[in-house]
């Protein structure tokens, strides 16, 4: 009995956010506002379910993963940055659907995706899709507004469209469907993705450092030794000054709005007489190191 209700109660709520556009003689029904929109209406239309948004989501994030030289030039900024926020479907994602996404969907799932979207008072249909355009070939139409999806039911093709096409060529594409369709849960495991397993939360920057991995590390064949010391030695002389001189209390501090105006016009520095602390300690040992 309480199935039952619960059944009757979803089916009613389904039929509100369905509602009637006569003018169009179009069907439209409303996503929720979630952060989960476009993935919600590519489940609608392959599916006929938008709650599948979690399982389109993780197709199209993965394929955008294993086809990074493809789809970075279509994303703005870092591209495993992007990714990693694309992968949250639980509504805090700052990291919408672009014209990857919908490239990538139409991909995936062999589809022609419309998007209606208003600008200047009309109305007008963006097609996007990597293939020529064919009557046969399965179509999704959605509606763009105030940067929300709904999806959007209709039996003919869009006409008066504008075609939002990749580069892809015939065998890149064919390449990249293989590699969709191929793909192991070993291949799945072998992605870096950043994770946190911190109780600290990460900034963007920080996910973007990580996401690099160790490409921003110079390795050894590239390193100055000689600017390297000299640097060491700048560095020496700063902490001898203060271990020396430097004092805890605020009032002996420099104001920082006349420490930008000050330059240094001494090359004074502490004498060898602190040759017995952790600093020369530690100068010693990499200058032998470096020098062998």
């Known amino acids: 009995m309480k199935i039952d209700l619960l059944r009757t109660k979803k089916r009613k709520l389904k039929l509100l956010r369905t509602r009637k556009i006569s003018a169009d003689d179009q069907c439209l029904l409303l996503i929720e506002k979630d952060g ?3 993935f919600g209406c590519i489940a609608a239309g392959i599916f006929d379910d938008p709650e ?15 086809n990074e030289s493809t789809y970075k030039n279509y994303i703005d900024g870092d591209y495993g940055v992007h990714i990693t926020c694309m992968k949250q479907s639980d509504g805090n994602s700052r990291c919408w659907a672009t014209e990857a996404e919908i490239l990538v969907a139409s991909t995936l799932y062999d589809v022609d995706i419309y998007v209606k979207q208003y600008s200047n008072g009309c109305f007008s249909w963006l097609r996007f899709s990597v293939e020529r355009e064919t ?4 179509f999704i139409c959605m509606r763009l507004e105030n940067q929300h ?3 959007i039911r209709q039996h003919e093709r869009p006409t008066s469209v504008i075609t939002k096409e990749t580069t892809l060529s015939s065998e890149e594409m064919q390449t990249t469907r293989c590699m969709a369709k191929t793909k192991t849960k070993h291949d799945e495991n072998k992605m870096s993705v950043v994770t946190n397993l911190s109780k600290k939360t990460l900034t963007d920057a920080q996910i973007s450092l990580l996401s690099k991995g160790l490409k921003f590390i110079q390795t050894r064949k590239t390193i100055d030794k000689g600017k390297l010391l000299t640097d060491l030695s700048a560095w020496e002389r700063r902490m001898r ?4 001189f430097y004092v805890e209390d605020a009032e002996h501090r420099t104001r920082e709005d006349e420490h930008q105006y000050k330059k240094k016009t001494s090359t004074w520095t502490p004498g060898l007489a602190a040759t017995n602390g952790w600093t020369h300690i530690y100068k010693r040992s990499k200058t032998t190191s470096f020098a062998d």
């Open 52 to 66: 599948k948004h979690e399982l389109v989501r993780t197709s199209v994030t993965n394929h955008m993963l294993d």
């Open 241 to 244: 000054l203060k271990e020396n």
């Open 149 to 151: 999806f709904d999806f």
């Open 135 to 138: 009557p046969n070939r399965k």
């Open 36 to 38: 989960n929109c476009f």
